[in-house]
């Protein structure tokens, strides 16, 4: 496994097949195998799984799949093991004291619909919320959507996909009028040059970096260009890697965009037919106070005062700015002016888990479309999600505050009249205003606003940032809020929960994902879940039902296939059709929206290749209404981090995950492989920090910040290797509370926060 994680390229296998526990091996001809996508990241590699008597015996990588063509990670291979850890919830729990007592599921859930109701007739449809998932499926995310917005008629409903593709949403949304991209994985096999910002693929998108290494070895002339903080395993494979400052990419990006309208590489006609230029508000704060507003300004500017805007991002100034070589600079500036190099960017946290989230993926976007790279195989802007229907469940199915299906906004009367249509519920009765997003909802919480909050498929209380504060808030505010938590292994979310449901993990239950390409894959139930265990989509609907609303959600043999088939009812005629459940049922390896007479589309807004796209020479951008049909290049300036190092706290914290552990790895570290090969968290320090620290590999220090402080050991020239005067943890390790120390400001347009920058103290223990 160590090997694994060393040899970034290996972690893409072929051919393979990983057996269950159970010890017998998977291979007899007895198995019965069915498909799935897999549990982990957003690539959806699909996976064949090998069952017997319920239980899962064997997985290997489905070769019919485009996504992964057979292949699977360390994570994929290890799939059967995050089911049977020996701790699995099977029964709900009910808080009595310091402990829990069994109680049934009719008592849980007739508790749960009173909880609700009570908190609603008391405190109003504001004090109660839900937090969900880029992993709960589909029709999981539609079930909890359409119970909260339709049948309660509040808002509060949010995913922890805030966490990890805010920014990437809001950055479409601004730039395009639709969410999701326009080109897919088939441009990594065109590309000519590929750029990662902020973006270590190799650990975190194994299975497609693998296709990236093979395009590598089959064109050598394909350049990688790696834009870091930190070397990474993705690093040593890389053609430049370009080191920059914390915070550094927005004035990298504005120096490139500079070139392009200064010296060379603007595409004057691709901007002239398909594009238009705006400037927002700038100075427009952090977030980190309660009840924080904003909202932008969109000003329309021309291309002359576009390059007055960018003119002052100098090679010598960006350089300054970001801590880059002029010359690197200059040579990455090329790449997105060479007329005949078709650019593949491709951006995950590091940009999206920023102050200026939205910006950057705005500025990203706009290096594009001023060179008219987009559109072309080989050519576009691609935003990769961190889980397997971040994209599916919380964008296209709209769990987030202000979110309706297929792009819908609540603010739109046009989009909750289709809804109330859709959902048969009295017109005019959809609240238009957007709820509590998921900072918005814990604070909420911590105040006491928010009174009865239910958790789904997700540990916020390990990955909350400035988490203390929120922790302690639910602790003093045991009697007087109620969390209930669903899961399959007890966390330190369902240690404060009220009530904790034993869920339905991955092929315990039927459902659809949908990942970075736009590609949805339905899977049926496969294995047995222990004890009582239920699909959370269960839950959901019969706490509704005993609330009475029963007419939304009428009774069926199949949950999944009838709100999976309403979900797409919104979709079709809009740009984002999605084929039937049945459809789905049937294929291998999933299909890419728009679905349309039974063909996916791989490039959206061409022409050609988008059944929707019909006006324009290259491309229509037929979502972007409120600009008659133009993309829209964004000026966005550098502005600095919320915190920075300074005397008293003088190292940059930046955090992020490793290849063997999925998130808080609840799952993962019951996987006694992945377990071993990395048991614990760690702090990478450089190694002259270290020396001056008195440091060496292994020792104790302690990481402190204005928040909060922990400790754990150190690691000097490990897996990765930061710049001096920072410093990397993973967040995987839930004895080690490294989000009391991070700091909770965000994205004041995304709402998504900054897990990369704030400022610490180190010491050795
Ligand atoms: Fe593929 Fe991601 Fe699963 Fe690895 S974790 S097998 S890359 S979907």
Not at 265 to 280: A, I, S
Not at 288 to 294: I, L, S
Not at 536 to 563: C, H, N, Y
């Amino acid at each position: 496994m160590k090997g694994l994680a060393a040899a970034a390229a290996a972690s893409a296998l072929t051919g393979c097949r990983s057996t269950g526990s159970s010890g017998e091996s998977g291979l007899d001809g007895s198995l019965k195998w069915g498909k799935a996508p897999c549990r982990f990241c957003g690539t959806g590699c699909g996976v064949l799984v090998g069952v017997r008597k319920g239980r899962i015996e064997a997985v290997t990588g489905d070769p019919d799949c485009p996504v992964n063509r057979g292949t699977l990670c360390a994570k994929g291979y290890h799939l059967p093991g995050i089911l049977y850890g020996d701790d699995r919830i099977t029964r709900p729990l009910l808080r009595k004291g310091d402990g829990y007592e069994p109680i049934s599921w009719d008592q849980a859930i007739t508790l749960i619909a009173q909880k609700y109701q009570e908190a609603i007739d008391k405190h109003g449809r504001n004090s109660v919320g839900i937090y969900g998932s880029g992993q709960w499926t589909i029709p999981e995310g539609y079930a909890a959507l359409k119970w909260f917005k339709g049948g309660l008629r509040s808002n509060n409903i949010d995913p922890n996909a805030r966490l990890c593709m805010g920014s990437a949403v809001t950055g479409h949304m601004t730039t395009y009028g639709s969410d999701e991209p326009a080109g897919a994985y088939d441009d990594i096999e065109y590309a000519d040059a590929i750029v990662l910002w902020g973006n270590n693929m190799a650990e975190m998108h194994p299975v497609l970096f693998n296709r990236v290494l093979a395009r590598k070895r089959q064109a050598p002339h394909v350049q990688l260009i790696d834009i870091t903080t930190r070397r990474t395993p993705t690093s040593a494979y890389a053609d430049l890697v370009m080191l920059m400052k914390p915070q550094g990419d927005l004035a990298i990006a504005n120096g490139i965009a500079r070139h392009l309208v200064h010296h060379s590489g603007l595409d004057q006609q691709f901007v002239d037919d398909h594009c238009t230029l705006r400037k927002g508000k700038t100075n427009i704060g952090y977030g980190t106070e309660d009840h924080f507003k904003f909202q932008d300004k969109p000003e329309p500017i021309d291309l002359e005062q576009y390059r007055e805007l960018v003119a002052p991002y100098t090679p010598e100034r960006v350089a300054e700015l970001a801590g880059v070589s002029v010359a690197d600079l200059k040579t990455l500036a090329e790449i997105y002016a060479a007329k005949q190099t078709r650019v593949l960017s491709l951006w995950c946290m590091g940009v999206n888990q920023h102050v200026r989230g939205t910006w950057m993926n705005n500025l990203i976007h706009g290096l594009h479309l001023l060179s008219g790279k987009i559109g072309v195989p080989g050519s576009t802007p691609f935003s990769l999600t961190g889980q397997p229907s971040a994209c599916g469940t919380c964008r296209e199915v709209g769990t987030l505050a202000h979110g309706l299906p297929a792009d819908g906004h609540v603010k739109v009367p046009e989009h909750r009249a289709k809804a109330e249509k859709i959902w048969k519920v009295k017109p005019g009765t959809i609240d238009p205003k957007p709820g509590l997003h998921a900072m918005a909802m814990f604070r909420a919480l911590d105040r006491g606003d928010l009174k009865v909050m239910w958790v789904q498929v997700t540990n916020p209380f390990v990955t909350v940032p400035n988490l203390r504060r929120y922790r302690d808030g639910k602790k003093k505010k045991r009697d007087d809020s109620f969390l209930i938590v669903s899961d399959i292994y007890p966390t330190p979310t369902t240690a404060l929960a009220d009530l904790i449901l034993p869920s339905c993990g991955w092929v315990e239950k039927a459902g659809v994902f949908g990942n970075s390409e736009r590609r949805h894959q339905q899977w049926e139930q496969l294995a047995k879940p222990p004890g009582e265990a239920k699909p959370d989509v269960w839950q959901t609907v019969a706490v509704a039902r005993k609330m009475g609303l029963t007419e939304i959600f009428p009774e069926t043999d199949s949950l999944e296939r009838d709100l999976y088939n309403e979900f797409r009812e919104f979709t079709l005629g809009v740009g984002k059709d999605v084929p039937t459940y049945e459809t789905l049922q049937a294929t291998h390896g999933g299909l890419r929206w728009p679905y349309v007479d039974g063909k996916e589309t791989i490039y959206r807004y061409v022409v050609g290749a988008d059944p929707y796209a019909k006006k324009g020479t290259r491309m229509d951008f037929y979502k972007a209404k409120k600009t008659g049909g133009r993309a829209v290049i964004w000026f966005r300036p550098w502005e600095p981090a919320a915190e920075s190092p300074d005397e008293e706290y003088p190292f940059w914290l930046c955090t992020g995950r490793v290849l063997e552990h999925w998130h808080t790895g609840s799952m993962t570290r019951r996987v006694p492989q992945l377990h071993r090969a990395v048991p614990r968290t760690y702090c990478e320090v450089h190694p002259e920090d270290a020396q001056q620290l008195g440091l060496r590999p292994g020792d104790k220090l302690r990481i402190t910040s204005r928040r909060g402080s922990c400790e754990l050991q150190a690691s000097i020239g490990g897996r990765g290797k930061p710049q001096r005067g920072q410093l990397f943890v993973p967040f995987f390790d839930e004895s080690v509370a490294i989000n009391d120390v991070t700091l909770d400001a965000y994205c004041p347009i995304s709402k998504e926060p900054d897990y990369k920058k704030c400022a610490v103290k180190v010491e050795r223990v």
